[in-house]
């Protein structure tokens, strides 16, 4: 009978990926995000712990949508006092906030709970092309 394979701390290689989000969909760019924050990209993957890589997407103020979203796609925040719904069109979400539409977008397909917060902290979004983690050598990825 095999035996399930679990990750150890010891056995677990991080590196970095740099992402260009240039022209790219957001959801289909969220999705491989995702795959690689979590580690499932790994033979070594464990659903319990985080295996995953770090990743660095620049140009988030460039991405794209399909169909009408840009217009119809709502971001909505309660702050749980009566009339505190907030709610902002993707539109203006990327106008003045380009980061923050890729960083939910990851977020939302991350597990909940405190391994999805750890996961989480490993994603470096940034509106254009520079970003400071030189020291960390990014990889390219290509979607």
């Not at 970003?131 to 990014?138: D, E, L, T, V, Y």
């Amino acid at each position: 009978m095999k035996k399930t394979y679990i990750a150890k701390k010891e056995d677990i290689k991080r590196s970095w990926y740099l992402i260009d989000a240039q022209n790219k969909i957001l959801g289909r760019l969220a999705n491989k995000v995702a795959v690689l924050l979590r580690g499932k990209h790994k033979p070594i993957f464990t659903p319990h712990m985080d295996t995953g890589d770090g990743v660095i997407v620049i140009n988030a103020s460039k991405i794209k949508v399909t169909g009408r979203k840009l217009k119809d796609k709502v971001y909505r925040r309660y702050s749980g006092y009566p009339g505190g719904l907030v709610e902002v069109p993707l539109e203006e979400m990327l106008k003045k906030n380009p980061t923050a539409v890729i960083t939910l977008a990851v977020r939302r397909m991350l597990p909940r709970g405190r391994l999805g917060t750890k996961i989480l902290k490993k994603l470096k979004v940034y509106a254009d092309d520079k970003h400071p983690h030189k020291s960390q050598k990014p990889t390219p990825f290509s979607l």
